[in-house]
């Protein structure tokens, strides 16, 4: 199995970062404990680093090029109304306007900001006079600072936003998961979806489909049919007989995959009653049954 694509967490504290050295300092002064996400402060910090990034582009390049095609593809890409901007910098153009107009205290508005974030670390810079490794960093800087519950993390060449806990994007049920899923990109796609939709509570019943999903399309690929979740069982049975697993852990596999069809049956296709403290566990096992899965493949691909 091709394992070049890793996701790497882009990771600031305060051993190299003297904002955040600063920060810690003077709450331990001054007894300040850790607050809560500060969203206003939030949209400021992210606004004021992708701004600075443009505006300070080299004086052997012209700005407005750059900030106008970065302005146009975002524009696009949110779907609002483009504009001609004639301004070399950022923070006079309609495309800024509206994004400092957003309420980020509002879920929808909440989620175009991170929207608009992840665009902003993706989007193609000509002559790349835009270092976005350090804007990648800096924006990390700025969503700790403001104590978000957001994590960039590099994917390959691609930067991806991740609205959940360091925990658990840590745990290897996850990281090992999207790492090694690029050979199945339906099922990267809903494991992913699920993740970063975690934190909406009138999406629970998305994040469970979503998880289901990407098992369902994972055994799809696997056994070249498209048979549903719960009619894999033979062909899994198979599946772990011939890769010589052992009889008990192979029955119980398939006993849980059994349970987590019925789970998802019973509790979101058919009721949307997910209980949010259900959720993690549900995340950690679906990781389970996928990383099992990927284990396998990988160990076939050695060469005995």
Known sequence: MNNKSKIKEIKVTNKNSEFIRLQTSFNKRWNIEEKKENKNQLKNRCLAVICNSLNSISEYCSRK????????????????????????????TKLFKYIDSLDINKDKDYNIFMYFLELALNHFYYGEYVNTNMLAKELAEALKLSNANVIICKNGDNY?????????????????????????????????????????????????????????????????????????????????????????????????????????????????????????????????????????????????
């Open 65 to 92: 090029p750059t900030i106008d095609k970065f302005c146009r593809d975002i524009e696009v890409l949110l779907g609002i109304p483009s504009s001609n901007n004639n301004w070399d910098n950022l923070n006079s």
């Open 160 to 304: 991806e936003l991740y609205p959940m806990d360091v925990e658990l994007l840590s745990n290897k049920l996850v990281v090992d998961v999207l790492s090694w899923l690029n050979e199945y990109p339906n099922t990267k796609a809903s494991f992913s979806k699920a993740l970063k939709i975690k934190k909406t509570p009138d999406k629970y019943r998305n994040i469970i489909d979503e998880l289901r999903l990407s098992i369902e399309f994972l055994f799809k690929q696997l056994f070249n049919n498209n048979k549903s979740l719960e009619n894999q069982k033979s062909n899994l049975g198979n599946y772990l007989k011939e890769n010589n697993v052992s009889t008990e852990i192979s029955n119980m596999y398939i006993k849980l995959i059994d349970l987590y069809a019925t789970y998802n049956n019973n509790t979101a296709k058919h009721n949307d009653n997910v209980n949010e403290i259900e959720i993690d566990y549900i995340i950690y096992l679906t990781g389970s049954f996928i990383r099992f899965i990927l284990l396998i493949e990988k160990n076939k691909s050695k060469i005995q």
